[in-house]
């Protein structure tokens, strides 16, 4: 597990965190956002609406970019005054929604985790690496006083 402060955003604070694409590493990130809500308070709502969608990304990553195999998740936390935006990436198979693109807005068997991280989010992106190996996943929360 690594830990590290990327180039700051600017108006914001950035924190880097990699760990081993093992679920019980991912109470770690969880940890992690907690500790940054005390740098930008905001409401205790909010707080666990981010720790779930933040477990629902991480958990996807764990469960389904290196198979049986070894691997790492990247999770970066960028906090700004107004906002925070948390990126997941992993250099693993990447993915292919099932029954293609139109079906990736869709719930299916095990894709409920998408759907929640969309509903808490005020924007959200995913993706597949173009050379197949690795996704990214990236939402992002306005914050109130």
């Known amino acids: 597990m690594t830990t590290g402060t990327p180039t700051s955003p600017p108006g914001g604070r950035a924190v ?18 907690t500790g940054l809500s005390r740098l930008r308070p905001f409401g205790d709502e909010t ?7 933040l477990t629902e990304a991480c958990s996807n990553s764990v469960r389904h970019a290196y198979g049986e195999g070894d691997g790492r ?5 960028e906090l700004h ?4 935006a948390i990126e997941v990436t992993d250099d693993g198979g ?15 068997e095990g894709g409920l985790g998408i759907a929640i991280i969309r509903a808490i989010a005020d924007e959200f992106e995913l993706e597949s690496r173009p050379s197949g190996t690795g996704s990214r996943l990236r939402f992002v929360k306005l914050l109130s006083d």
């Open 81 to 84: 005054p107004d906002r925070l």
């Open 73 to 77: 998740v990247e999770i970066v936390y």
């Open 94 to 108: 990447g993915f292919e929604p099932a029954g293609g693109a139109e079906a990736a807005d869709e719930l299916s």
């Open 16 to 33: 880097r965190l990699t760990i081993p694409a093992k679920a019980e590493y991912i109470t770690l990130c969880r940890l992690a956002l």
């Open 47 to 53: 707080l666990a609406d981010l720790k779930l969608a």
